[in-house]
T-cell receptor
Framework: AQSVTQPDIHITVSEGASLELRCNYSYGATPYLFWYVQSPGQGLQLLLKYFSGDTLVQGIKGFEAEFKRSQSSFNLRKPSVHWSDAAEYFCAVGSSGSARQLTFGSGTQLTVLP | DVKVTQSSRYLVKRTGEKVFLECVQDMDHENMFWYRQDPGLGLRLIYFSYDVKMKEKGDIPEGYSVSREKKERFSLILESASTNQTSMYLC?????????????FGDGTRLSIL
């Protein structure tokens, strides 16, 4: 069965600092990987996705993520964090051939200090 | 843009009541999902539906049922609400047969059972 681990429950960074959120997955085949962001009181918004090809994926809001098969990781990065990036971030892995589709990690809460 | 609309943002009900949460999507998506979101647990799949009148259990179906009479509408039913069902509920939808497609989420319903 597929699974996703986000080892950091809560991360605090200063505005303008760089950010890396960790995600490790377990899946037998080539995974479909997603990062979502959830602002307070809102649903989830897709930041970026990886299916195949270039292992460095660009997303919205200046985010990028790198797929590393050898480490079973799909870490999210941003070179300079803005106060509006404060939110909860979820990594998810998709399974091919299943209508169920996505398994989510437990989330990482990001706090941005002024 | 895909629009997934959940009928209520906030709902307060009493123990033992039958509760209906409604979700409507406007993109002719085959797949629809109900998740429950709790702090530290991420999103857990309750039920999903891959076609009208078709449904499958997710990870935590106990105490819940669903109804999909029309393609655009997916209802979550709490047969006899209990306090441990106090949570945020998220609805999502996507195309069938494309497991690499992202799910589109509603803004959520925060349900309190007193």
């Amino acid at each position: 069965a597929q699974s996703v681990t986000q080892p950091d429950i809560h991360i605090t960074v200063s505005e303008g600092a760089s950010l890396e959120l960790r995600c490790n997955y377990s899946y037998g085949a080539t995974p479909y990987l997603f990062w979502y962001v959830q602002s307070p009181g809102q649903g989830l918004q897709l930041l970026l996705k990886y299916f195949s090809g270039d292992t460095l994926v660009q997303g919205i809001k200046g985010f990028e993520a790198e797929f590393k098969r050898s480490q079973s990781s799909f870490n999210l990065r941003k070179p300079s964090v803005h106060w509006s990036d404060a939110a909860e971030y979820f990594c998810a892995v998709g399974s091919s051939g299943s209508a169920r589709q996505l398994t989510f990690g437990s989330g990482t809460q990001l706090t941005v200090l002024p | 843009d895909v629009k997934v609309t959940q009928s209520s943002r906030y709902l307060v009900k009493r123990t033992g009541e039958k509760v209906f949460l409604e979700c409507v999507q406007d993109m002719d998506h085959e797949n629809m999902f109900w998740y429950r979101q709790d702090p530290g647990l991420g999103l857990r799949l309750i039920y999903f539906s891959y076609d009208v009148k078709m449904k499958e259990k997710g990870d935590i179906p106990e105490g819940y049922s669903v109804s999909r009479e029309k393609k655009e509408r997916f209802s979550l039913i709490l047969e006899s609400a209990s306090t441990n069902q106090t949570s945020m509920y998220l609805c999502a939808s996507t195309f069938q047969g494309y497991s690499n497609q992202p799910q589109h989420f509603g803004d959520g319903t925060r349900l309190s059972i007193l």
